[in-house]
């Protein structure tokens, strides 16, 4: 029975983060603000209209540079602040104070970009050549067909905060409106929400436990449909407004810019899994259902474990074990990194009223990163942990090699290193035993929550989205019904008649902040297809594969996804990684059906 989760200041601290590394309190932020908003004013009356030579735009990037990492600090306090609890109205009050304002800041600074678009290509090349910052002005570049006069790219920049209303809103209704009721069973009473729905029921593995708690669950989503698809509809309208604004061919053509790869790219990522993998998922579905001894796989049992009462639990402390095993190949310095982050307060594990759900990595360029994440005690919560700090190391190594504008990759690579460490645990924990049922509690783990998570949940995510902006191209509004049908059309394709999709399966839509974060969602599995092949390197080569691959988290935003992944061994120009990895995939799912064969003779 999920037990009545604390108010935040009832958390022991040793179970919390600690952001003093950011700000030692909210007075301090607040006058970092104001002196942020007076030194963007002063920076646009030193440089506005000046960047026309190379010299004075290295040191008005030098400026602004400084500006940028003063933001970036902090918005994520601000969001540190407010993520470990929603209700908190001093954290919302001071994440509203920080977006309204970072609307002025950035009006103060959009001449930049504008300014240094209108030199000649030839110039531009030359400046780029002698730079510190070339892959920033090299991305710049390629923009420049689609960057309007500096006036409107000043008032959009102003316009900030109320784009980003769509998520806010999205936010409250998810956190903090929803009524989400408790509900019985066998007797006892469950306490249900985001947190309690995720964490521990989804995968429960009581059949009938499952079927009504996703009922529940699913019901009062539906009873707030209506209202996320119009606050959706709002945020994709704007930015179909925007591409059309900025003369680009179509919505995925402008949210791919950024990303640096092309349609292709984004495509062959959706296409070939939809094609190739779904025949290996629905094997598994149906090994799942065999397992179990389900009459009928249902939607709300693609997420149960192939062994549930063998799971182990495991503490915070116990996971350092594992964590520190795991990683222990990246190096010396790598697990250096890893075991501060334990000892220092990094990561927020605690369990409490209003926090927010999921588990994310965020890295500050002044201090380090912070790890969110929920602690529920199931072993699986180190594939999550290893996850995270994953992300971590990366922009450790990457802040450490590389000025604050060329230290960011693009989204197509940011979750190479995440989903790299998680094949690092599965590696370990494989290799660490020779008992059959473990073994598969192992690949079931794999194949269950690294792979399913990244390359079926995310990805059916990416596939509705391409629908979604394929409507909204053809100058469709979006509604609740719409979002659904689309939703369900997904799920179908690919599981085809393998699963009963129960209702409110096409509610999952809006389940998915990733979706307020651009084309973020098929990402998920770009990343792993690089970490896969570049475990597997590691595995065969050892520490020359270790090599490249600490190289390549160096480099962090000052080269392209496709030249990353060159620098790590991998060509991601052709669909060789991707079918690879697919094709180990099926592997796992052979040999969980081989391990279970072999449990179920004994």
Request: hydrophobic content about 35%; glycine content about 4%.
């Amino acid at each position: 029975m999920a037990e009545i989760l604390p108010f935040r200041n009832e958390v022991p601290s040793e179970k919390t983060w600690d952001i003093t590394a950011l700000f030692n309190s909210d007075e301090a932020f607040y006058q970092t603000l104001n002196e942020t908003i007076t030194l963007a004013k002063n920076f646009n009356e030193t440089y506005v209209y000046r960047l026309n030579q190379p010299d004075t735009i290295e040191e008005a990037l030098d400026v602004y540079s400084n500006i940028l990492i003063q933001l970036d600090r902090m918005a994520n306090y601000a969001e540190l602040r407010l993520s470990v609890d929603t209700t908190n109205e001093q954290a919302q009050s001071l994440s509203s104070k920080f977006s309204n304002s970072y609307g002025k800041i950035a009006s103060e600074l959009s001449f930049v970009e504008s300014e240094i678009l209108i030199l000649s290509d030839d110039v531009l090349n030359d400046y780029i050549a002698t730079s510190k910052y070339p892959h920033f002005l090299q991305k710049l570049k390629e923009k420049k067909a689609y960057q309007l006069s500096p006036e409107v790219e000043k008032t959009l920049a102003s316009l900030s905060p109320v784009f980003e209303r769509p998520f806010e809103l999205y936010g409250i209704t998810k956190m903090l409106d929803i009524d989400f009721e408790s509900f019985e069973h066998n007797g006892h009473t469950y306490p249900l929400d985001y947190a309690t729905f995720e964490n521990e029921y989804e995968d429960h593995p009581n059949e009938a436990f499952r079927r009504i708690s996703f009922k529940k669950f699913s019901d009062a989503l539906n009873k707030y449909q209506h209202t996320t698809a119009a606050t959706y509809n709002m945020q994709v309208q704007q930015e179909k407004i925007e591409a059309d604004l900025r003369g680009y061919d179509s919505v995925i053509d402008y949210l791919l810019q950024d990303q640096e790869v092309t349609r292709d790219m984004f495509d062959r990522q959706i296409d070939v899994i939809m094609s190739d993998l779904a025949p290996i998922m629905q094997k598994y579905a149906k090994l799942i259902k065999r397992v179990h001894g389900l009459e009928v796989m249902h939607f709300e049992d693609l997420k149960v474990s192939i062994d549930p009462d063998y799971e182990p639990d495991i503490s915070i402390e116990d996971s350092k074990e594992y964590i520190y095993g795991a990683l222990n190949v990246l190096g010396k310095d790598y697990l250096k990194m890893v075991e501060t982050a334990y000892q220092d307060r990094w990561i927020d594990f605690a369990q409490n009223k209003g926090k927010d759900t999921g588990a994310y990595c965020a890295s500050p360029y002044t201090t380090h990163s912070y790890v969110f994440i929920s602690w529920t005690g199931k072993m699986t919560e180190t594939f999550v942990l290893a996850h995270e700090l994953g992300h971590a190391g990366h922009f450790t190594l990457a802040q450490s090699h590389q000025n604050y504008l060329e230290s960011e990759p693009s989204m197509y690579f940011v979750e190479a290193p995440s989903t790299m460490n998680e094949m690092l645990m599965a590696n370990y924990l494989f290799k660490n035993s020779n008992d059959a049922k473990f073994k598969r509690w192992v690949i079931g783990s794999i194949v269950s929550r690294t792979y399913y998570h990244n390359m079926v949940t995310h990805l059916l995510e990416a596939a509705y989205q391409r629908e979604v902006y394929k409507k909204v191209d053809d100058g469709e509004s979006l509604t609740a019904p719409l979002l659904n049908q689309i939703m369900l059309d997904v799920y179908s394709q690919f599981f085809g008649d393998s699963v009963k999709f129960t209702k409110g399966a096409e509610l999952t839509w809006m389940r998915q902040p990733h979706y307020y974060m651009g084309l973020y969602s098929y990402t998920y599995s770009a990343g792993l297809t690089i970490g896969t092949v570049m475990s597997q390197r590691i595995q065969k080569e050892g520490q020359p594969a270790v090599d490249d691959w600490l190289n390549t988290l160096k480099a962090g935003g000052s080269t392209s996804p496709v030249e990353l992944a060159q620098i790590a061994g991998i060509d991601i120009t052709t669909d060789q990684p991707l079918k690879a990895t697919i094709g180990y995939i099926g592997k796992l799912v052979d040999d969980l059906e081989q391990l279970t064969d072999e449990i179920e003779f004994e």
